[in-house]
C-alpha cells in the first residue's frame, strides 16, 4: 500500500486546504457543529490513510485531534476559540509530517504540541481501548513445525446468511490450513414444505490436520464466532496422519458415522505413539473431503426464485464532480496535442489535393478538434478560489505578528486558471502578499493618524481580458516612494542619474534583479525584497507583471497571464521564406501595402485609411540571406493599448498550433513564445506580439 | 597501488576541424543527418536554428563556433549529434553540429589524463580530459560545462 | 467468472490504491465516494462483495448497509466495513446493521486478500 503514497499525498493537500478553511469558518462561528463534524471527519481521514500509506506519525498525530474532536462533537468537552487556535496551529505539524514523516524532530515537536492539546481538553478516562485487532495477533505468532490435529465443531446461527456469510467459504479456508475431513450434520433439516430458504440449517464437523495455531483457526471464524456454536479442540500434538494409512482410516470412521467422536479421539491417541516428529512444514493443501457431499443439498436449498422484485429503480445516476489524477489529465492533453498536429499534416495534404470531398472532410475534422481542444484544455482550468485559503491564512498570521490590522478580500475567484499556472502562482503572490502587510500597509496608529481607516484591506482580484487572466494585488497602504525608489536606482547604477523615467517605469525598476540587494528593507517604504523572483516566476509563465502605486494611498500589482499555454489559433505567414505564426488574439486587421509606401514611410507610421499606424517591417528585421521584397501585407496587433502593424511577406492560412516549448538556451530569443511543427514536418517559430515590438522598438 | 577494475565508459568520438574530441556516450542521444535548419532570428552566432526531432523542437549549434574554433564548411560527414544537456535542474535537449563522427570507443578512467594546462587555443574549462587512441589526441569535452555557460550568451 | 466488488470510501487516495490491488486480482471494482452515491449504483446491478468505509458524508456506512439490506436483492450480499475503529461498539452497530464483516485499517495488500476470500471466491 506504501507504493501509493503519493495519492495520499495528493489527497493530503486537498484535505488540509478543506481544514484551514473550516478551521476559519469555526473561529468566527464556534457553535457551528456542521463544521465540527467537519474537521473530526477530515482527522479521521488523515489518521486513517495516514496509516495505510506509512505516515504512521501522522497518523499518530492526527487521532489525538481526532480523539479531540470527537469529544467536542459528543459535548464530552466544549469549544473554546484556544482550541481552534491550536488546532490551527496544528497544520504547521500535519504538514511536516506529510514532507517527512520519520523526522526525528519533528515528531518531538509534535509530541510536545500535543500536550498542549491535551491539557486543553480535559483529562478524561481513555475511552479509546486500543485493541489489537485478532488479525494483527495471528501474524505475530508463527506456524508451528509440528501438525497437530483439531476437531473443529462448528453450528452457525440459522440466520447467518441473512448478513451475506457464506459458511462454505469458510470451510474453504478452513481446508486451506491443512488437511480437512469435513463431516456435514443435517439433523436440523426440516421437511421441504417447512424449508425457509433463507436460513441454514446445516453444521460441520471438522478433523482438521494443520500446523496453525488455534488462534489462526479461531480466525477463520471470526465475523461469524459471536453468532455461531465454535468449538475447537485439539485432540493431538502429534502429526498422527503421518503414520500410513491413519488418515484413510479415521476418515472412513468419521465420515460414515462408525465411531463416536470418543472413539475416534481413543484410537487417534493410540497412533501417536508411532508418530515421527516431522521436521519441514507439510504446506499440502487438500481440498475438503466430504464437501462434495454437502454441496448438493444446500444448492438445493439455495435455489431460490428470487421473483425481480418491486425494488424502485433510482433515477440516473447523477456525479456532479468527477476527481482525475492529474496524470491522466497531462496524458489526455499530450494526445489532443497530438491530434492537433495530425490533423494539420491532413489538412495540409486536403488543400494539395483537389478533391473537394477530402476537403470537406479536412475542415469537418479541423471543427471537431477545436472543439475537442476547448474541452480538453476547459478540464484543466480550476477556479482562482482555491489559491485563496492559503492567502487568507497567510494575511491572519502575518497581520497578527506584526500587529498590524488587515483584512483580505477575494474578488473574480471564480475565474478559472490552467491547473499548472495556478500552482506556479501561489508562491509569487504570497509574496506579494507578504510585502503588502509588511511594508505597504501602516500599524493601525498610523493609518489613524492619516485619516485611513484602522484595518486595512489587501484585494485579491482575478477577471478575463481577452486571451489574458488579470490578477491584482491591491492594498490601501502606504503605496511607493517613487523618489525613493529612483535614488536606490542610481545608487545601485541601474540607471543614469539624468534619465527621466516615467513613474510606471520607475515602480517597474523594483523588478530589476540588481533591485533585491538590499539588506535593510525598512528605508523603502512600499515594496520590499524579491520581486526580481516573481517577476521571474510570472516570465516562466509567459506572463507579465506590472506595479503602480501612489504615495501615501496604496499599491497594485497586477500579473498577466496567457490562458492557455499549449494550443493557440494563430495565423501562419511568412517573412523571407521562413514561416511564422502569429497569435490571432493578438490579430485585428490585414491590408496590403506596397513598397513604395514603406519606403516613404516617416519615422515608420505608416497612413492606412486615415489612420496612422506606427510599425515593424519583420521583412527587414528577420533579415538573413533572403530579403524578400515582393508582397507586403500588413497586418495590424494589439499592444498594450496601441495599435501596431507587422509586415510580412506572406499570408498562408489560419492555423492552429501546437505550442511546442523551446528550452532555456532559447530564452534570450524573448519574442518568440515557442515553436510550432508544421504540417509538413517543419519548424514555424511562435511569435510573442507584446514582446517583439517591445524588443524592436527600445 | 593500482585497482585492477577501473571504471570504464564508452566515449562518441567526433572531429571539429582537424582536432579529435569526444563525448560520454551517456550525454549523447542520436546522431542526425543534417537536415532542414529552421533559422531562429536574433539568435546568437552559434546558434544556427532549431529542428523538429520526434515532435520536440530542438536547438541546433554550431559546436565549431561554440568552442571558438575555426567554422568549418560543410562536407559530406556533416552531422547532427543530439546531446543531453545537463543543468543542476533539469536535463535539456540540444543538437551540436560536427564535421564527422568517428567512432564508440570504451576508455577505462585511469587512461584519461589531466587537459594540458598551457599552450593550445581551446578553452580549457570545457576539456575533461585526454586520452589516446589509435596515436590520436582525443580530447574529451564536458558538455554540460559547455552549455551551461553558452545560454547566458546574448547577442 | 469476473466478480464484481464495489468499493466505497471517502478517500480518493484508498479508492485507487485499494482499488487498483482488487483489479490486479481480478476482481472488476466499481467505486463510490459516498454512501448516497454508492446507493445509487446498486439498481439491479450485479454486485458480488459491497467494501465500505465507515465515516462517510451524506450516507455513513453503516447508514448504507441497512439501505443494502433492506433490498432483496442484495439480501445475501457479502459486505465488508473497511473501519479504524477499535471499540467493539461500531463492529457491533456494523454487524446489527447486517455487515458481514470488517477489515481493520491500516492493512496491508495480504490482510485485504486474506478477509475478502473468506466472504467471496
Known amino acids: 500500500m506504501e507504493d501509493f503514497h503519493k495519492l495520499f499525498y495528493e489527497e493530503a493537500g486537498d484535505l488540509i486546504n478543506s ?53 467536542v462533537r459528543s459535548k464530552t468537552i466544549p469549544l473554546t476559540t484556544h482550541i481552534v487556535n491550536l488546532t490551527i496551529n496544528s497544520i504547521d505539524h500535519i504538514n511536516a509530517f506529510l514532507k517527512e514523516d520519520d523526522n526525528e524532530d519533528i515528531i518531538n515537536k509534535g509530541k510536545a ?251 469537418d475534422f479541423q471543427l471537431l478538434s477545436r472543439q475537442f481542444r476547448d474541452v480538453a484544455f476547459e478540464m484543466r482550468l480550476i477556479p482562482v478560489h482555491t489559491m485563496v485559503v492559503k492567502f487568507k491564512r497567510l494575511v491572519r498570521d502575518l497581520s497578527k505578528s506584526l500587529g498590524k490590522k488587515v483584512q483580505f478580500i477575494a474578488e473574480g475567484t471564480e475565474t478559472e486558471l490552467d491547473k499548472n499556472i495556478i500552482s506556479s502562482l501561489s508562491d509569487p503572490i504570497m509574496h506579494i502578499i507578504r510585502n503588502s502587510i509588511d511594508h505597504g500597509i501602516e500599524s493601525p496608529d498610523k493609518r489613524l493618524n492619516s485619516g485611513k481607516a484602522e484595518t486595512g484591506t489587501i484585494k485579491l482580484k482575478a477577471e478575463y481580458s481577452g486571451a489574458y487572466i488579470l490578477i491584482s494585488i491591491e492594498d490601501d497602504g502606504a503605496g511607493i516612494d517613487q523618489e525613493i525608489i529612483t535614488k536606490k536606482a542610481i545608487e545601485k547604477n541601474l540607471i543614469e542619474e539624468s534619465a527621466k523615467l516615467s513613474k510606471d517605469e520607475v515602480y517597474n525598476l523594483l523588478l530589476l534583479p540588481g533591485f533585491s540587494t538590499s539588506k535593510k528593507v525598512t528605508d523603502v517604504s512600499g515594496r520590499g525584497v524579491g520581486m526580481d523572483v516573481v517577476k521571474r516566476n510570472i ?124 528550452d532555456k538556451l532559447l530564452k534570450h530569443t524573448e519574442m518568440f513564445s515557442g515553436a510550432s511543427i508544421l504540417g509538413d514536418g517543419k519548424v514555424a517559430m511562435v511569435i510573442d506580439t507584446n514582446k517583439l515590438i517591445t524588443h524592436f522598438t527600445n | 597501488m593500482t585497482d585492477n577494475t577501473s571504471n570504464i565508459n564508452s566515449y562518441l568520438c567526433f572531429k571539429l576541424g582537424n582536432e579529435f574530441f569526444a563525448a560520454d ?126 545560454s547566458l550568451q546574448n547577442n | 467468472m469476473n466478480k464484481t466488488i464495489l468499493l466505497v470510501d471517502d478517500s480518493f487516495s484508498i479508492r485507487e490504491s485499494v482499488g487498483f490491488l482488487l483489479s490486479e486480482a481480478g476482481f ?20 458480488d462483495l459491497l467494501l465500505t468505509d465507515l465515516h462517510m458524508p451524506k450516507m455513513n456506512g453503516i447508514e448504507l448497509i441497512r439501505n443494502v439490506r433492506s433490498m432483496e436483492d442484495y439480501k445475501r450480499l457479502p459486505i465488508l466495513l473497511l473501519t479504524t475503529e477499535t471499540l467493539n461498539d461500531k463492529k457491533l452497530e456494523a454487524k446489527n446493521a447486517g455487515a458481514t464483516g470488517w477489515i481493520n485499517k491500516p492493512f496491508d495488500k495480504e490482510k485485504l486478500f486474506s478477509i475478502i476470500k473468506k466472504v467471496i471466491r
Open chain 1, 19 to 71: 481544514l484551514e478553511e473550516n478551521l476559519m469558518l469555526l473561529e468566527e462561528d464556534l457553535s457551528n457543529t456542521e463544521v465540527v463534524n467537519e474537521v473530526f471527519r477530515i482527522m479521521h481521514s488523515l489518521k486513517g490513510s495516514g496509516a495505510m500509506f506509512g505516515y504512521d506519525n501522522l497518523s499518530h498525530f492526527t487521532h489525538e485531534l481526532e480523539t479531540l474532536y470527537d469529544k
Open chain 1, 113 to 363: 504540541f500535543l500536550q498542549q492539546i491535551e491539557l486543553s481538553s480535559s483529562k478524561d478516562d481513555k475511552t479509546e481501548v486500543n485493541e489489537k485487532s485478532n488479525l494483527t495477533d495471528n501474524d505475530k505468532i508463527k506456524p508451528q513445525l509440528n501438525k497437530k490435529l483439531y476437531l473443529i465443531q462448528f453450528e452457525p446461527n440459522p440466520d447467518i446468511l441473512n448478513d451475506g456469510t457464506n459458511p462454505l467459504y469458510l470451510l474453504d479456508e478452513l481446508s486451506d490450513l491443512g488437511d480437512a475431513i469435513i463431516k456435514t450434520n443435517y439433523k436440523n433439516l426440516p421437511q421441504i414444505e417447512d424449508l425457509d430458504v433463507d436460513k441454514c440449517y446445516f453444521k460441520w464437523e471438522i478433523i482438521l490436520s494443520s500446523t496453525e495455531s488455534r488462534t489462526t483457526i479461531e480466525d477463520v471464524f471470526i465475523f461469524v464466532a459471536d453468532d455461531s456454536h465454535l468449538e475447537i479442540e485439539i485432540i493431538s500434538e502429534k502429526d498422527v496422519f503421518s503414520v500410513a494409512d491413519v488418515e484413510d482410516k479415521i476418515k472412513d470412521l468419521f465420515l460414515n458415522n462408525k465411531q463416536s467422536i470418543k472413539g475416534i479421539k481413543k484410537l487417534i491417541k493410540l497412533y501417536e505413539a508411532d508418530v515421527v516428529e516431522a521436521e519441514e512444514i507439510n504446506d499440502e493443501v487438500v481440498v475438503s473431503v466430504g464437501k462434495e457431499d454437502t454441496l448438493p443439498l444446500i444448492q438445493e436449498a439455495k435455489q431460490e426464485t428470487t421473483p425481480r422484485s418491486n425494488v424502485k429503480i433510482p433515477e440516473a445516476i447523477k456525479i456532479d464532480t468527477v476527481k482525475v489524477s492529474s496524470k491522466k489529465l497531462d496524458s489526455l492533453i499530450n494526445l489532443v496535442s497530438e491530434f492537433v498536429t495530425t490533423q494539420a499534416r491532413l489538412h495540409n495534404i486536403a488543400s494539395s489535393n483537389k478533391s473537394v470531398e477530402l476537403n470537406a472532410l479536412s475542415e
Open chain 1, 539 to 662: 516570465d516562466d509563465l509567459r506572463g507579465e507583471v506590472n506595479i503602480n502605486s501612489e504615495k501615501g494611498s496604496g499599491t497594485k500589482i497586477t500579473i498577466k497571464l496567457p490562458l492557455t499555454l499549449s494550443i493557440i489559433d494563430g495565423l501562419l505567414v511568412g517573412v523571407n521564406n521562413s514561416k511564422y505564426i502569429l497569435p490571432l488574439t493578438s490579430v485585428l486587421k490585414i491590408y496590403k501595402v506596397s513598397n513604395a509606401e514603406i519606403e516613404n514611410a516617416y519615422k515608420n507610421i505608416i497612413d492606412i485609411e486615415g489612420i496612422q499606424y506606427p510599425f515593424i517591417n519583420l521583412t527587414d528585421k528577420f533579415a538573413d540571406a533572403h530579403k524578400d521584397k515582393s508582397v507586403n501585407h500588413f497586418i495590424t496587433v494589439n499592444y498594450h493599448d496601441k495599435i501596431v502593424g507587422l509586415i510580412v511577406n506572406e499570408l498562408y492560412s489560419e492555423y492552429q498550433a501546437v505550442l511546442k516549448p523551446i
Open chain 2, 25 to 150: 556516450v551517456r550525454s549523447t542521444l542520436k546522431i542526425l543527418q543534417l537536415s532542414e535548419i529552421t533559422k531562429v532570428p536574433h539568435a546568437p552566432t552559434n546558434m544556427k536554428g532549431v529542428i523538429n526531432h520526434h515532435g520536440n523542437v530542438l536547438p541546433v549549434v554550431d559546436l565549431n563556433q561554440t568552442l571558438e574554433l575555426p567554422i568549418s564548411e560543410v562536407g559530406s560527414n556533416t552531422c547532427i549529434i543530439i546531446m543531453s544537456v545537463g543543468g543542476e535542474k533539469e536535463t535539456i535537449s540540444i543538437g551540436a553540429i560536427v564535421d564527422e563522427v568517428l567512432s564508440v570507443e570504451e576508455i577505462a578512467d585511469d587512461s584519461i589524463k589531466d587537459p594540458p594546462t598551457m599552450g593550445g587555443n581551446h578553452k580549457l574549462d570545457y576539456i575533461k580530459g585526454v586520452f589516446e587512441n589509435n596515436d590520436l589526441f582525443v580530447m574529451v569535452l564536458d558538455i554540460d560545462k559547455i552549455f551551461e555557460n553558452t
Open chain 3, 28 to 47: 472488476k471494482i466499481i467505486k463510490a465516494g459516498d454512501g448516497e452515491e454508492a446507493l445509487k449504483l446498486f439498481d439491479g446491478q450485479k454486485i
